[in-house]
């Protein structure tokens, strides 16, 4: 190795959510100087308020025929529901539908299929890489996924997507009442079908978990500053100069993964994106063990509900908002209704309300990618409810990027600039 080829790059890594802490993992192993900037720390934000599911399961963008109908009674819809789009904002929030119904047609989904079950496919091995097999084991558990039916109609109208996942390898299993109280005898009676996915990993605290991550960096020799970004401004000489807190970093090469905050830096950098900003809710009822062994998707609800470290979590999809929009609290009460209704034995808890903003793409993937404006800025974000999931093999794909390797999966559909009408490549 030359004396030139010794020197570190100096990386900073925009971001401390399950994302940016696996890019700084991967980018510290691979020899470069790290600098992680997040107000918080790891683990927080939209992170913190998930159910802890790897969902590798989930092979379909949401992109789809069935998800344009659901988008599109969203936006008629003037009252409360679990998918809800700010009536105010609808306006600016056109193109970002106009496009994800575009990407909705047979070509475009099968294409959005193919890549992200690769995705998938790639997301466990790789967070393996990180951890080693000890802190896997303390964080990981294989206790699969259930999906609840409270009538057999519903039931039947998810074969399709049962017959698409068994089609591409999803290991699945059709419950009966005996079978699913056999499993979860915590669940109210009346439930009559479900759909076990057996081999989905759980993590019962997911500030814990990416702490862990984050940990990995940082003994390697990487640096975490709990203050905001300000700005990036790329420099004649090929560095940015990275504002945060009234102190400056001189960085090489800069990582946004800043989850839904991410596209203002993009647009900045002179690769605005077609995003949007979605907004999930969540409540935990502080210590409570009901008995649930594994998360269970109520699908009447359209809400998970979770056994975790700090008590008993439900969460579900939100709303399409502008990003300075204050939380609906009205969606946290529906999740606690819910809740009560099913173990009323709940009632008399603390509860904590959660509420994030998760990073979304019209066409369901993420933006993993190189800047085709300025070498040395790369993008990790709009991974929408997978961003636990693909945490890791997202770091990989930057890291390898970054050093100038060939990722091991091809990043052409996650490019930033794919809905540009002159693309980069």
């Avoid at 903003?357 to 070498?375: A, F, N, Y």
Wanted: glycine share 8%; with cysteine; net charge negative.
């Amino acid at each position: 190795m030359t004396e030139l080829e010794s020197i570190k790059n100096r990386v900073v890594v925009v971001g401390a959510g399950a994302v940016g802490a696996c890019c700084a993992a991967y980018l510290q192993r691979d020899g470069n100087d790290v600098t992680i900037f997040d107000p918080d720390g790891f683990g927080r934000g939209c992170s913190e308020g998930t159910v802890g599911i790897f969902a590798t399961n989930i092979i379909a963008p949401a992109s789809s025929a069935d998800g344009v109908r659901a988008m599109l009674a969203a936006a008629r819809n003037p009252d409360l529901d679990t998918l809800m789009i700010n009536k105010e904002f609808l306006p600016e929030f056109l193109p970002w539908l106009a496009s994800f119904v575009a990407t909705s047609g047979p070509l475009a989904f099968a294409r959005g299929n193919e890549a992200l079950k690769e995705a998938q496919r790639l997301s466990m091995p790789a967070l393996r890489e990180i951890l080693d097999e000890d802190t896997f084991a303390e964080n990981m558990q294989e206790r699969g996924w259930i999906a609840v039916y409270e009538t057999e109609e519903n039931f039947q109208a998810a074969e399709a997507d049962r017959k698409m996942r068994r089609k591409h390898g999803v290991a699945l299993k059709e419950l009966d009442a005996q079978q699913l109280r056999e499993i979860e005898p915590s669940l109210p009676d009346g439930l009559q079908f479900a759909t076990l996915y057996p081999n989905e990993f759980h993590t019962a605290n997911v500030h814990k978990l990416v702490s862990a991550i984050g940990e990995v960096a940082l003994r390697n020799g990487a640096t975490l500053k709990e203050q905001l970004v300000d700005s990036i401004e790329p420099q004649k000489d090929g560095t940015f100069r990275v504002r945060a807190g009234g102190e400056e970093v001189i960085a090489d090469k800069v990582v946004i993964a800043a989850g839904a905050y991410s596209a203002k830096f993009a647009e900045e950098l002179g690769s605005p994106v077609l995003h949007c900003a979605e907004r999930g809710y969540g409540v935990t009822f502080e210590g409570a063990d009901v008995g649930l062994n594994s998360p269970v998707t109520l699908t009447k609800h359209r809400c998970v509900i979770a056994p975790m470290e700090a008590g008993f979590h439900v969460i579900s999809s939100g709303e399409f908002a502008p990003i300075d929009t204050l939380p609906d609290e009205r969606h946290q009460e529906r999740l606690i209704a819910i809740a009560l209704e099913m173990y009323p034995e709940l009632a008399g808890r603390n509860v904590t309300r959660w509420s994030g903003w998760r990073s979304t793409m019209p066409d369901g993937l993420p933006v993993i990618d190189e800047s085709p404006v300025h070498k040395g800025v790369f993008y990790a974000f709009g991974h929408s409810h997978l961003g636990l999931t693909q945490a890791g093999i997202t770091g990989a794909v930057i890291s390898a990027l970054a050093s100038g390797r060939k990722p091991a999966m091809d990043n052409t559909p996650f490019k930033v600039d794919r809905f540009s009408l002159t693309p980069a490549y």
